[in-house]
């Protein structure tokens, strides 16, 4: 009896200190990235990409006019504001909202006025090759620049869409 007491002890003794098993073991857990997929002991997230492009509508000035081929009959030239859209290119973003909205649209708004900074000098040249020094002078003598009329930004969940939106 004493011997039987005695090994149920030591088998009671020696269970104690057995690595207890992990329940959640034979589980996988997944991270979902982006369409693919990593096992890793964590909890499943999934992040959505989303892809998206600016639009900028400004007014820009253009040069019109028409060149005399005679001598007393003066050339015209004037500057017209035009309507243009201006785009990027579709943007893959890992996240998407309100902040990085207005970081999207003030960066490609900040592009596109850093692009069109010396357009009045622009006109000023093409007025005094195209059409002569004397009608080029009124054209530098104004102040011309662009205005931005819009600005927009397209999300899309995929890049297929976004591409399709902005090639129609």
Do not use: W
């Amino acid at each position: 009896m004493k011997k039987l007491i005695l090994l149920l002890f030591c088998s009671l003794f020696i269970s104690c200190f057995k690595e207890p098993k992990n329940i959640n073991s034979d589980v996988k857990k997944e991270v979902v990235r982006n369409g693919s997929v990593s096992n890793i002991n964590s909890k499943v997230i999934k992040f959505q990409k989303k892809f998206a492009y600016v639009v900028i509508q400004i007014s820009k000035p253009a040069l019109y006019g028409e060149k005399s081929n005679f001598i007393d009959i003066p050339s015209i030239c004037y500057a017209k504001y035009v309507v243009e859209n201006n785009s990027t290119d579709i943007i893959e973003l890992e996240s998407y909202n309100e902040d990085i909205k207005y970081q999207l649209l003030d960066g490609f708004e900040s592009r596109v006025k850093e692009k069109y900074k010396g357009i009045g000098t622009s006109l000023y040249l093409e007025a005094f090759d195209k059409y002569g020094s004397r009608e080029a002078e009124e054209i530098k003598n104004t102040e011309y620049s662009i205005k931005i009329l819009s600005r927009n930004i397209f999300v899309f969940d995929s890049y297929s869409e976004a591409s399709k939106h902005k090639n129609n």
